[in-house]
């Protein structure tokens, strides 16, 4: 019986197949050093930079000063988030969150700001810290503290130090002089406690003691401890500190 017309043509394609088959083998045995070509093949994508939190925070001090306070809080939060224990954002986000007047305390005094003042001078003038501009602002409902602020009347929390102004002495050639009284010693005004802005303070300088700025570290603790006296974690790191800078000015 012969075989129908379709699987003539079948058997005719095995067999064309079964050819060209042969020839590819053949033709790699005559051409050992022929290579396959090669599929390319797209990098992996890198994976994003983690965060840096001082930049970060640098970034945060710049929008706090254009008074974007929202945007400042997201970097605040992203600098957190990489690194828990940064205690410069946690104090810009204190400033951000807190009432000024709990976190500078309620007494303060006038003071009119001069040509070329800035708020952050102040804060490092009369607060001890240049990073509490913003607190500062809005003590005083500043929106924008970058702005000039010469010749602005500025509450300044805190007491005024006390100044003597020596009255003068007329003397009469006429009289015999009689002896001045003895001058009564200026007493300094107690300065009131504020655990709160102790606190802060406190976590600057621990801050600042970790990046090796040990005498800025000093100076902010023993303000947080005129702030807030007999507070245990307090002296204790005081006392750490004042050791740590005696030795580092011992190997000088």
Not at 62 to 76: H, I, M, S, V, W
Not at 229 to 247: F, K
Request: glycine content about 6%; proline content about 11%.
């Amino acid at each position: 019986m012969r075989p129908g017309p379709r699987r003539a043509a079948t058997a005719a394609l095995r067999l064309v197949a079964a050819a060209l088959a042969a020839a590819a083998v053949a033709s790699c045995a005559a051409n050992p050093g022929r290579k396959a070509p090669t599929v390319a093949v797209s990098p992996p994508t890198p994976a994003p930079a983690a965060p840096n939190p001082s930049s970060l925070t640098a970034l945060a001090v710049t929008l706090l000063g254009e008074g974007r306070a929202a945007d400042a809080r997201a970097q605040l939060d992203a600098a957190l988030k990489a690194d828990p224990s940064d205690a410069e954002a946690k104090l810009l986000l204190s400033e951000i969150d807190q009432d000024p007047k709990v976190l500078l305390g309620a007494p303060n005094h006038p003071y009119q700001a001069r040509a070329g003042e800035t708020l952050e001078g102040l804060a490092q003038r009369f607060l001890g810290d240049r990073r509490l501009f913003f607190a500062l602002a809005r003590y005083n409902a500043i929106a924008v503290p970058d702005k000039p602020i010469a010749g602005v009347v500025l509450m300044i929390p805190g007491v005024a130090a006390a100044t003597a102004r020596p009255r003068p002495v007329h003397v009469r050639h006429d009289h015999p002089a009689t002896p001045a009284p003895p001058a009564q010693a200026l007493v300094a005004p107690a300065i009131p406690r504020d655990p709160g802005r102790a606190a802060a303070l406190r976590a600057v300088a621990l801050e600042d003691m970790s990046r090796g700025r040990i005498d800025v570290a000093v100076g902010l603790l023993e303000k947080a401890q005129g702030l807030d006296p007999g507070n245990p974690l307090i002296d204790h790191d005081l006392e750490r500190a004042r050791r740590v800078q005696l030795a580092v000015r011992e190997r000088r």
